[in-house]
């Protein structure tokens, strides 16, 4: 029996070794294999709200859907934008209407102006020939060649077209200030109808902004509106974030301050879903100038240290196998680049 249990504990002695060995190894790399900093990834989501106050008539938006910058996915209902649009366009045609009018008036006015004008000047021409045959009658008088009669004659003449052109002159001025009633008018006219023009560009911008423009090109990571919802401007209708790319924030002690560098390749270990790590590459994009405390869920390597430096780094997700809020694994490399032309802090 003792010379069983000899022969079977010299059977297991390799076993035992190659076991012994394993351990060992594995407790020399475990140092090596632990990550040099921790933190979960974080994407830029745009919030998209309404542009316009009103009913949502329409929108079309899931989560998870792909949008292009610039797809239509909702409306607002705009009755009551078109009816202040319709009835402002009235009242610009009723101004313009009125406007012709004045000017068809003013141009009435100005034609009287000129026949009154043209009065006057015959008016003042018969003066002249009227006053000259006064003077020569003065003068036959004086050589006794002209009567009495015919002196008083010439000076009454001569006082009757005096009165007449004053009167034909006092009439063209008012009618030329007659005349420039209309005009006057109708430049009023023009700043009304130049407001209203303001105001139906505001109505015309209102009701382009009554269409739900999708900003960003991204995936729709929630949906807050329904339709047929009364919203206001400003209501946030749903957020989008741009999933090609993650940045993962993460934190660094004092002692591995002096190893990060703006765009350094670093390598992101994730979860691959069946009990392992998969290796990603990642690029430094930002590091923190100031320190911080140690956030709670995050574990350093150097769990002495309370301050750490926040950085991100930013990592290529073409397959969508990164998600917002998933935790992630940095480990830097032996030979980090130098920064690039597009490392700068953002």
């Not at 009835?87 to 009018?101: F, H």
């Not at 390598?267 to 998969?278: H, I, K, Y």
């Amino acid at each position: 029996m003792a010379t069983r249990r000899a022969a079977l504990v010299i059977d297991l002695a390799p076993l035992l070794l190659g076991a012994l060995l394993a351990a060992l190894l594995l407790v020399g790399c475990g140092d090596g294999d632990e990550a040099d900093a921790y933190g979960n990834f974080e994407a830029t989501e745009t919030t998209v709200s309404a542009q316009a106050e009103g009913r949502l008539l329409s929108f079309a938006v899931d989560e998870g859907d792909r949008l292009a910058e610039g797809d239509i996915v909702g409306l607002v209902d705009t009755t009551q934008l078109a009816a202040q649009r319709d009835a402002l366009l009235a009242q610009r045609r009723n101004l313009l209407g009125q406007q012709r009018s004045l000017r068809v008036q003013g141009s009435a006015t100005r034609a009287q102006t000129g026949e009154a004008d043209a009065g006057a000047g015959a008016l003042a021409a018969q003066l002249q020939t009227a006053e000259e045959e006064l003077a020569r009658t003065r003068r036959l008088f004086e050589d006794e060649a002209a009567t009495a009669r015919e002196l008083n004659e010439r000076e009454g003449t001569v006082r009757q077209l005096r009165a007449q052109l004053q009167q034909a002159r006092a009439r063209v001025q008012t009618i030329r200030a007659q005349a420039d009633v209309p005009a006057a008018q109708a430049s009023a006219i023009d700043d009304q109808v130049a407001g209203i023009d303001a105001q139906l560009q505001g109505v015309a911008d209102r009701i382009a902004n009554a269409a739900v423009t999708n900003p960003t090109p991204g995936t729709v990571l929630s949906v807050i509106a329904e339709p047929g919802e009364v919203v206001q401007t400003g209501s946030p209708l749903y957020t989008v974030a741009d999933l090609s790319s993650l940045k993962l924030r993460a934190y660094a002690t004092g002692n591995q301050l002096a190893r990060l560098r703006l765009g350094m390749p670093v390598e992101v270990l994730v979860d691959d879903g069946s009990g392992g790590l998969r290796s990603l590459r990642g690029k430094v994009i930002t590091i923190a100038s100031d320190a911080q405390f140690t956030p709670t869920p995050i574990q350093t390597r150097d769990e002495r240290a309370e301050l750490v430096y926040a950085f991100d780094v930013r990592v290529p997700n073409p397959e969508g196998l990164l998600k917002v809020g998933m935790p992630g694994e940095v480990r830097f490399l032996d030979t980090p680049a130098e920064p690039g032309p597009d490392s700068a802090d953002r």
